[in-house]
């Protein structure tokens, strides 16, 4: 179900322990990874300072960009979906001098509601 979850769209934890050799060099010091996540090919990181977002792009996921994003830099955040039998779901995070928000989609809603508790307990601290 992993594999086909993954091509749906649908976000899937990934244990912190398979994920943090990988990433320890983008750590600061204190850094923690809280949680991560999976969608296709793409990663968000939760750590205790901030949500790091992994994009692996092109056919053969070789170029990747790293986007940082402080907890302290977020104004407001969201979660959207048409309902119960809806199965799309969106979360919008808006960033202190932008205006746009930055959206990621869900095919399930099921992670994003942990995700909306994690982004809850980090920037209402």
Do not use: C, H
Not at 10 to 31: F, G, R
Not at 85 to 99: E, M, V
């Amino acid at each position: 179900m992993g594999l086909i979850s993954g091509a749906l769209g649908n976000a899937s934890e990934i244990p912190v322990d398979k994920i943090q050799s990988e990433y320890a060099p983008m750590l600061v010091a204190s850094e923690t990874i809280l949680k991560a996540f999976k969608v296709i090919r793409d990663v968000m990181i939760f750590t205790n300072k901030r949500i790091l977002l992994v994009d692996k792009q092109g056919v053969t996921g070789t170029k990747i960009e790293y986007l940082t994003i402080p907890y302290t830099k977020i104004n407001r955040f969201a979660k959207e979906s048409a309902g119960v039998l809806d199965i799309d779901a969106s979360l919008k995070i808006w960033l202190t001098g932008q205006s746009d928000p930055l959206v990621k989609d869900f095919k399930r809603n099921n992670s994003i509601n942990e995700i909306y508790q994690l982004l809850s307990e980090q920037i209402l601290k």
